[in-house]
């Protein structure tokens, strides 16, 4: 174990020791004893439980110098139900420690289930939270928890208020849409303001609410922002980004350089829009809106949903994170014991043109890279196949770059590309497909023979004057099993290929390729189940299956080590057990 490893360990027993709680090994051995032919698609530094179900991601937090993540948990089963907030921690973002559930779903308010919410740090420091519980009679209301000892850093216990719920679906608002709320911010005038997520006749809205004291809230009767082109919209985030594009911005942060980002989770996938929000009106206008023609900003192209972000005051940035669904049925998720990932956390910014959000990993998730593999002005022939060894290919950090000589031969393919679909564009020409400059890219998770692979890959067309950069992530070959879903994912990045370079950046860890192009300007994350690319017996290649050549600028490949997670419970509970 390197020093820095054996410091974090060091660290974190003495303050869970202090805090009466000791390490429980029962599950985590049990995964960890099980062999890779067993859990072939267990990650290695993406965040999950030892087991059962998870989903959301719900109010991370930076706290007395430790994150906070909680998050949608079953704690009897791989499938949804019986929802509670489980919470872990960590000093850095990628070693977690697993601690008793923040809130369990045992009250009226919330019998049945503790669904999604937010933190909120109130002045001098103090946490609450704000979660949606569903209700006795299974009607959405959002409730309210405070920690029980606010100079315990890790926050291990949590008190419902005896106000429950503090926001009920009345004057005619749908109980089974009214869910999710935000982080809260502070208006000019000292009020607290919150989104809840809802529907009305069919169309997503984001309700605001306003209150002096957390307890009583009272709804405007405009919402923030609503659509007809959506449906109901899934954990609203709602939050400031600086135009200077250096750091993150504090939720509460009134300063002018700002532009405001909304994010809605619907159709499977988080859509956000940007615009000016007013904090003496509440009026918030847009500079395109959701399903605009022309306009299709998500965070990630791919599997990424109910996203939830925060602002981390230790580094000044914001922070995000997302729950990546399975892309297996429910039985093959109940056979392994286990159900859905985190992603790994991403910095956001808004881009130099302000006309879209980039994003990055967390630079934390470095100091697990390991052994390196560097090539530098690399010509790769159009046709040409590239095998890169030297890294554990099955848990890995790829950074690759491409130099584009010849491309004025890009297929004159689309007339304008606002009007087509990258996802189709990206099924229509996989991997495989022959064209012009492109498709050139990796392939990960691929087995020897090549019959499983997952490619990501680049793929550039003319219109008019200007070149599009297509990216996708084509799962089509990902596995020889039946089951699993195999879409290939596509997006257009706002890059000039004529004068940069065309990067690309994957983080490969057993079933999930979360990969970022463009420098962070667009991503995609894929979840794969290959039979034969496990472990040891998956490789890494670069490509090019263009006509014409193109060279790889510079490549670095990295294994990854395992990160830390391990479980921690209160002794007390331990020893009644
Ligand atoms: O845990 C509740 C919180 O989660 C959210 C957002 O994820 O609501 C999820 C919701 O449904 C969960 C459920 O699946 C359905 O919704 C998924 C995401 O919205 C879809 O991807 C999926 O295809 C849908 O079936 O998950 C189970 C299996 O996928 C299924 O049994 C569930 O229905 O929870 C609500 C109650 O079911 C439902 O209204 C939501 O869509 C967030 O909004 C909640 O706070």
């Known amino acids: 174990m390197k020093i820095k490893s054996v410091i974090w360990v060091v660290d974190f027993c003495i303050l869970l020791l202090f805090n009466g709680i000791q390490f429980s090994h029962g599950d985590d051995r049990k995964l960890q004893s099980a062999s890779s032919e067993q859990q072939p698609y267990r990650t290695a530094y993406h965040f999950q ?13 930076y706290y007395k110098g430790i994150y906070h993540l909680f998050y949608q948990y079953n704690p009897y089963a791989a499938v949804w139900g019986n929802i509670s907030w489980a919470h872990s921690i960590s000093y850095d973002l990628v070693n977690w420690i697993h601690l008793d559930h923040a809130l369990n779903p045992e009250d009226p308010s919330d019998i049945n289930g503790c669904w999604s919410g937010s933190t909120t740090l109130l002045p001098g420091e103090k946490p609450v939270i704000l979660y949606t519980g569903s209700d006795t009679k299974n009607q959405q209301v959002q409730n309210l928890a405070v920690p029980k000892n606010l100079s315990d850093p890790l926050l291990m216990e949590w008190v419902k208020s005896s106000h429950n719920p503090v926001m009920a679906p009345i004057d005619g608002l749908d109980p089974d849409n009214f ?22 006749n069919g169309h997503g809205r984001a309700l605001l609410y306003r209150s002096k004291d957390f307890v ?13 082109k959506t449906g109901m919209w899934e954990c609203p985030d709602f939050y400031p980004v600086a135009i200077d594009g250096k750091y993150g911005v504090e939720t509460s942060s009134m300063d002018e350089v700002t532009k405001h980002v909304l994010k809605a ?4 996938h988080d859509y956000y829009i940007l615009g000016n929000y007013t904090p003496t009106t509440d009026e918030f206008s847009v500079d395109t809106d959701f399903m605009d023609s022309g306009s299709d900003l998500r965070y990630d192209y791919g599997q990424f949903y109910a996203s939830k972000s925060f602002f981390d005051s230790s580094k000044k940035r914001r922070i995000l994170w997302s729950w990546i669904q399975e892309s297996e049925n429910a039985t093959d998720d109940i056979k392994k014991g286990w159900s859905g990932l985190q992603s790994i956390p991403r910095t956001i910014l808004l881009s130099e043109s302000g006309k879209q ?4 990993p967390v630079e934390e998730i470095e100091q697990l890279r390991a052994e390196n593999v560097s090539l530098q002005s690399k010509e790769l022939k159009g046709g040409s196949l590239l095998e890169v060894s030297g890294i554990t290919a099955s848990q890995a950090d790829i950074e690759v770059s491409f130099d584009l000589s010849n491309i004025n031969e890009a297929e004159p393919e689309l007339m304008d590309p606002s009007w087509i679909d990258p996802q189709i564009l990206c099924s229509q020409k996989p991997a495989s497909f022959r064209g012009n400059v492109g498709p050139f890219g990796i392939l990960v998770l691929a087995s020897k023979d090549l019959t499983e692979r997952t490619a990501i890959f680049f793929h550039i067309f003319r219109s008019h004057d200007k070149y599009v950069v297509l990216m996708c992530s084509d799962k089509s070959r990902s596995s020889l099993r039946e089951g699993p879903n195999k879409v ?21 860890d ?3 390729v979360e990969s970022f192009g463009g420098e962070g300007k667009a991503c995609i994350t894929a979840r794969v189940y290959p039979m034969l690319a496990i472990d040891k017996q998956a490789y890494l290649y670069a490509f090019n299956n263009g006509k014409f050549d193109v060279t790889i600028a510079s490549l670095n490949a990295w294994s990854m080590k395992k990160a830390h997670i391990a479980s921690a419970s209160r002794r007390r509970k331990l020893h009644l057990n």
């Open 357 to 360: 959000l980039i994003q990055w």
């Open 488 to 508: 290939s994912y596509g997006a257009f990045i706002d890059i000039d290929p004529q004068i940069e370079k065309i990067s690309l950046r994957s983080l490969i």
């Open 49 to 61: 439980p030892p087991k059962n179900w998870m989903n959301d991601p719900n109010g991370p937090m």
């Open 510 to 512: 057993h079933s999930i």
């Open 216 to 228: 009583t809230w009272s709804r405007s009767m405009v919402p923030l922002h609503s659509s007809n």
């Open 265 to 268: 989770s619907f159709n499977n």
């Open 179 to 200: 869910r999710d709320p935000t982080t809260a911010w502070q208006g000019p005038d000292g009020l607290w303001r919150v989104l809840i997520g809802n529907q009305m």
